[in-house]
């Protein structure tokens, strides 16, 4: 059972995620937040030392739950196939393309957050080039595979309106095929026997 403590403490993170997507980050404000939760500034200086703090730990969180923990269990697979499947189930599940876009401009204008969002996008597609690495022995297709497949999925959530989850699926399922029948074409190298380490 998770202490007090960390309990109080995601109920202030949950919170400004809700913030994000109705606000934007100019909304997350210590007094908008203790209007929000229904608590005092003591409350929120419990958990958090100041607004900065505050911020960190909710991009934190948004970086765990966004690219550590959807690579790190889509890596216990071993197949391109699996691999592939778990990680576009858990993107499905995990990902709301409103904080991802106000997160985004949130790191624009925001030093902190962007150097969260770099680190989350080179991460995701530091782990799609070794994921399309087992598609091909050639290290410049991997990465020009790793690219078109992350802006798909960066760009799907952010057009007006967003692809919905099926039509989502059904592109990035044909997307995908495209991939490989530029493989199967000759036009690249076969990959080797081959794991994502």
């Excluded at 202030?12 to 229904?38: C, E, P, R, S, V």
């Excluded at 858990?90 to 030093?111: G, H, N, T, Y």
Aim: hydrophobic content about 40%; proline content about 4%.
């Amino acid at each position: 059972m998770p202490s007090q403590t960390k309990t109080g403490r995601q109920a202030w993170l949950t919170q400004g995620f809700g913030i994000l997507k109705n606000q934007g980050a100019a909304g997350l404000t210590i007094d908008n937040l203790t209007t929000a939760m229904g608590r005092t500034k003591g409350a929120f200086y419990h958990h958090f030392k100041n607004r900065q703090d505050y911020s960190k730990k909710l991009l934190e969180l948004w970086e765990e739950r966004q690219a550590n923990e959807i690579i790190r269990i889509s890596k216990q697979k071993k197949t391109f196939e699996a691999i592939n499947q778990t990680l576009v189930d858990l993107s499905e599940k995990a990902m709301d393309p409103e904080i991802e876009v106000a997160i985004r401009a949130w790191a624009l204008r925001d030093p902190l957050a962007r150097e969260f969002q770099e680190r989350i996008d080179t991460h995701r597609a530091k782990f799609l080039v070794e994921l399309f690495s087992l598609m091909t022995d050639d290290p410049d297709h991997a990465q020009l595979f790793a690219i078109i497949r992350y802006c798909f999925y960066i760009g799907s959530h952010q057009i007006i309106p967003a692809l919905d989850d099926g039509t989502y699926k059904e592109k990035l399922a044909e997307l995908t095929r495209m991939f490989f029948l530029y493989t199967d074409s000759g036009a690249i190298r076969p990959p080797t026997n081959r794991q994502i380490t």
